[in-house]
C-alpha cells in the first residue's frame, strides 16, 4: 500500500511557473514507477510525465520543453516543475504510483493522490 499527497497547486498568470510536490508514504526510488497525470472535467486523465525506476524520464508531446520531473529519494517526494505554462495547462493534476517498471503513459498505476488543482488564466 502507497499513499500519496500532492501539493504545490494554486491561479498563475500565463507564462508564469508552479512546481508541484508528491509525496509518498514509502521510499519508491529505483524501485517504482512514478507519474504526473492531468485531467479536466468531460475528459479523459491524460499523461504528463513518468519516470521510471531507472530515472528515465517520458513526457506529454504538450509539453514541450516546458515541464520537468524529478525525485527527491531522502524526502520520499516526486516533484514536476512546471514553466511558461498556459491556459490550457488548467486542470487537477494527479500523482500515480505502480511498483515496477513503467509501461509508457499505458502504465497501469495502482495508487494514486487526491490531486491538485493548477489553474492558469490569461
Known amino acids: 500500500q502507497m499513499t500519496l499527497v500532492e501539493s504545490g497547486g494554486g491561479s498563475v498568470q500565463a507564462g508564469g511557473s508552479l512546481r508541484l510536490s508528491c509525496s509518498a508514504s514509502k521510499d519508491f526510488f529505483r524501485s517504482w514507477c512514478m507519474g504526473w497525470f492531468r485531467q479536466v472535467p468531460g475528459k479523459e486523465r491524460e499523461g504528463v510525465a513518468i519516470?521510471?525506476?531507472?530515472?528515465?524520464?517520458k513526457f506529454a508531446d504538450f509539453v514541450k520543453g516546458r515541464f520537468t520531473i524529478s525525485e527527491d529519494s531522502a524526502k520520499n517526494t516526486l516533484y514536476l516543475q512546471m514553466n511558461t505554462l498556459e491556459p490550457e495547462d488548467t486542470a487537477m493534476y494527479y500523482c500515480?504510483?505502480?511498483?515496477?517498471?513503467?509501461?509508457?503513459?499505458?502504465?497501469?498505476?495502482?495508487?494514486w493522490g487526491q490531486g491538485t488543482q493548477v489553474t492558469v488564466f490569461p
Open positions: 519516470i521510471d525506476k531507472d530515472g528515465t524520464t
Open positions: 500515480g504510483a505502480r511498483y515496477g517498471w513503467c509501461n509508457d503513459f499505458l502504465t497501469n498505476f495502482q495508487f
